[in-house]
């Protein structure tokens, strides 16, 4: 009969609809609160999954390549950074630029400058590969827009890389590393 | 021209298709030239995404090339790195470890299934189905593209695989996801299916539409489900295996009517293989080593090699010439819809504008990869 294979494929668009709406109501109070995210994003879950960004977030896998942060010896305080310059090396755009500092501190070598360079980036993951220190790494950071290019902004220093490393490392161990 | 039947003087019109059209995923123009409704003559242009991959290949060293192909076919990364990777793998003969192997394929034929499902919804957004099956598509990839992202870090650009194995081991918490997601897979199929394959506006857009007799086929050169829509036994897979493929038992989907609607079909039977392999090697990964452990500044012998993949989309080979250094002395990339393209013309002869972009869109482009 002609027009039944319409009728199937609507019949499908229907039940997704339905499933839709079944699906909300069965977790009823936590439409979108974050409760309701890990059971709305499981495979065997019917129905719609959007996230409703700005109110929930995703919480980022340990792997996942962000900004990059550069990470403090917790014992010493100072940078794990050696300003060896592998990373800058690796980068297939050269978007690192390293130098290293005249004096030493602390009786190991450290950087003087250390910039990034948000604005040409893969987000590769080469540079946090070669880091023969395991200084550098990935911060779960993505919201990375900025207004302006300049230093500060989408221009990294090593302040900045540290702050962050600060934040999400406070310890000297990265997400990453304490997967297992 | 002059319309002998009417005796009204008629002519040719030009169209451009493109480069900013919605059906053309992506920037690509057709220069079509048309009597009335029917074309006459089409004309494909391509180059407005070149990025001179193939010199900053040249520039890069081994390893900084893999997340350049990444960014080639963006919709399958994974087989990008796959076809690079080994072609090295082979230039210096390294050996893969055995969990290395079967976790590039579970990746690669994850993509696979990845890359139709998103060819037919965009297929489907061309005749203009608008975005209905597209979102069940995405649906499904979303969950890929998670576990894509929990191993390499990274949902497209994921930069995966090394000479040697992978980047990683896979994370904790990996295997069973996967599980869960292969097993919702045929569901999600067969629901695609019934939404599409007898549904009698796509039967009359797609059948004897795009017809591609195979000779045609072979003598342009095309590879993957285009090819074998046109009813020509050839996977890359079973005529010269690579990796541990031999290990599988899987089919070769063929179609026989050489038509856009064919070349839907093999994509669909060819999710269902890829939805087999995985289950095998679900079944068979073992437990080890997943990289070898390489010198830091790593340099090939000199010599070059040729090696190629069943890409979703075709052969995907590249070309390296080695002169003993850290970066590649040529680097050549054989891009499956490059070749596909230029079989366009001889499709869309003789039919309407409508159909231009379904055959377009069975074609399965990424402009990332044509113009490289």
Redesign the interface.
């Known amino acids: 009969m ?5 009728l ?2 609507l ?3 229907l039940q ?1 609809f339905v499933e839709t709406y079944l699906s909300d109501l069965k977790r009823f109070p936590h439409r979108y609160a974050p409760q309701g995210r890990a059971k709305r ?4 879950e019917r129905g719609i ?1 959007t996230l409703q960004y700005p109110e929930e977030r995703l919480e980022m ?5 962000g900004a990059l942060m550069q990470l403090t010896n917790p014992e010493t305080g100072i940078p794990k950074c050696t300003g060896c310059g592998i990373c800058a090396r ?3 755009v050269g978007v690192i630029e390293v130098v290293r500092a005249s004096e030493k501190k602390g009786g190991k070598f450290v950087p003087e400058s250390y910039t990034w360079n948000l604005a040409s980036c ?5 540079c946090v ?2 880091c023969p220190f395991g200084a550098l790494y ?1 911060t779960p950071e993505y919201e990375l827009s900025t207004y302006g290019r300049q230093k500060g902004e989408l221009i990294y220093d090593l302040d900045r890389l540290l702050a962050w490393g600060q934040k999400y490392a406070p310890d000297g161990v990265p997400p990453v590393e304490k ?2 | 021209m002059q319309r002998v039947e009417t005796g009204l003087r008629t002519e040719t019109i030009t169209v451009n298709m493109g480069p900013q059209h919605p059906s053309t995923h992506g920037v690509f123009r057709m220069i079509v030239t048309l009597d009335g409704e029917t074309i006459v003559d089409l004309e494909p242009v391509m180059g407005y995404l070149h990025r001179c991959q193939e010199k900053i290949g040249e520039r890069n060293t081994y390893l900084q090339n893999i997340p350049y192909t990444d960014r080639l076919d963006y919709i399958c990364s994974m087989s990008n790195n796959m076809a690079y990777v080994m072609a090295v793998e082979k230039l210096a003969q390294i050996e893969v470890p055995e969990r290395a192997e079967y976790i590039r394929i579970i990746m690669v034929e994850l993509t696979r299934i990845v890359n139709h499902a998103v060819a037919i919804g965009a297929l489907l957004n061309d005749l203009g189905c608008f975005f209905t099956p597209m979102l069940y598509a995405l649906e499904e990839r979303e969950r890929i593209l998670d576990l894509f992202e929990m191993a390499s870090g990274s949902r497209m650009m994921c930069n995966y695989m090394r000479f040697g194995g992978v980047r990683y081991d896979l994370p904790p918490g990996f295997m069973p996801e996967l599980k869960s997601v292969v097993a919702a897979l045929p569901a999600f199929i067969d629901e695609f299916e019934r939404l599409l394959t007898e549904n009698e506006i796509v039967l009359a857009r797609c059948q004897n539409v795009g017809v591609l007799p195979p000779d045609m086929a072979i003598a342009y050169s095309c590879t993957g489900p285009l090819l074998r829509a046109s009813g020509v036994n050839y996977d890359i897979r079973k005529v010269d295996s690579y990796s541990i493929y031999d290990r599988f038992d899987f089919d070769v989907v063929t179609e026989t009517n050489c038509d856009v609607y064919d070349r839907y079909l093999v994509r669909i039977g060819e999710m269902r293989q890829s939805v087999r392999i995985l289950e095998q090697a679900l079944e068979q990964i073992p437990e080890g080593e997943v990289s070898v452990k390489l010198p830091r500044v790593f340099k090939p012998p000199e010599g070059d090699v040729y090696h190629r993949i069943e890409s979703p989309k075709g052969e995907l080979g590249f070309y390296l010439v080695s002169d003993g250094g850290t970066n590649p002395y040529r680097y050549k990339i054989r891009s499956p819809t490059f070749i596909n393209l230029t079989v366009l013309p001889e499709l869309c002869k003789g039919h309407k504008v409508a159909d231009v972009v379904a055959i377009l869109g069975s074609i399965d482009i990424v402009l990332g990869e044509v113009d490289r």
Request: charged share 20%; glycine share 12%; aromatic share 12%.
């Open positions: 002609l027009g039944l294979g319409i199937k494929g019949s499908v668009t997704h994003l499981h495979p065997t999954f896998f340990p792997r996942f390549r690796s980068c297939p893969l987000f590769c993951g080469l590969e070669s990935h997967e297992k």
